[in-house]
T-cell receptor
Framework: AQSVTQPDIHITVSEGASLELRCNYS??????LFWYVQSPGQGLQLLLKYFSGDTLVQGIKGFEAEFKRSQSSFNLRKPSVHWSDAAEYFC???????????????FGKGTHLIIQP | DTGVSQDPRHKITKRGQNVTFRCDPI?????LYWYRQTLGQGPEFLTY????????KSRLLSDRFSAERPKGSFSTLEIQRTEQGDSAMYLC????????????FGPGTRLTVL
């Protein structure tokens, strides 16, 4: 069965500082990986995704993520955060899962990002 | 707005009552997904449709839950005999048919069971 681990429940970063959110996955085959952001009262919005090719992927809002197969990781980065980046961030993988849903996303528990002024 | 819409946005019900939620996907999308999100957790997959066919159901989807997509457009999720443990945000998403296609999420229906 596939799984996603986001080790950090909360992260606090000063505005203008760099950010890295960690994501580790467990999946037997080549994973399709996603990062979504969820703001209060808002739906989940896709930041970026990886399924093949260049292991460094660029997303919206200045985010990027690097796929490292050897470490089973797909960490999200941003060089300089803005107060509007405060939100919940979810890493997800799609593929066969324990319930049999081939294309349902399996999400991590999320990382709550707090921006200090 | 051509995004995914869900109705109602909030539902409060008493234990034992039946509730039904509606999801209208992006019109060109033939896949529709239902997820459930509880406080402090990521969304959990419940079921999905390709057109009108329900292709997969999670073990989370007990016999009290039923989902339909009768004409391959909107979908409904019904919960019978609600329990307090059903309190959660119910999310709908839609996409084109490939696993690499982005799933676009609606704003969700927040269910509170008293």
């Amino acid at each position: 069965a596939q799984s996603v681990t986001q080790p950090d429940i909360h992260i606090t970063v000063s505005e203008g500082a760099s950010l890295e959110l960690r994501c580790n996955y467990s999946y037997g085959a080549t994973p399709y990986l996603f990062w979504y952001v969820q703001s209060p009262g808002q739906g989940l919005q896709l930041l970026l995704k990886y399924f093949s090719g260049d292991t460094l992927v660029q997303g919206i809002k200045g985010f990027e993520a690097e796929f490292k197969r050897s470490q089973s990781s797909f960490n999200l980065r941003k060089p300089s955060v803005h107060w509007s980046d405060a939100a919940e961030y979810f890493c997800a993988v799609v593929g066969a899962y324990s319930g049999g849903g081939a294309d349902g996303l399996t999400f991590g528990k999320g990382t709550h990002l707090i921006i200090q002024p | 707005d051509t995004g995914v819409s869900q109705d109602p946005r909030h539902k409060i019900t008493k234990r034992g009552q039946n509730v039904t939620f509606r999801c209208d996907p992006i019109s060109e999308h033939n896949r529709l997904y239902w997820y459930r999100q509880t406080l402090g957790q990521g969304p959990e997959f419940l079921t999905y449709f390709q057109n009108e066919a329900q292709l997969e159901k999670s073990r989370l989807l007990s016999d009290r839950f039923s989902a339909e997509r009768p004409k391959g457009s909107f979908s409904t999720l019904e919960i019978q005999r609600t329990e307090q443990g059903d309190s959660a945000m119910y999310l709908c998403a839609s996409s084109f048919p490939n696993p690499t296609d982005t799933q676009y999420f609606g704003p969700g229906t927040r269910l509170t069971v008293l």
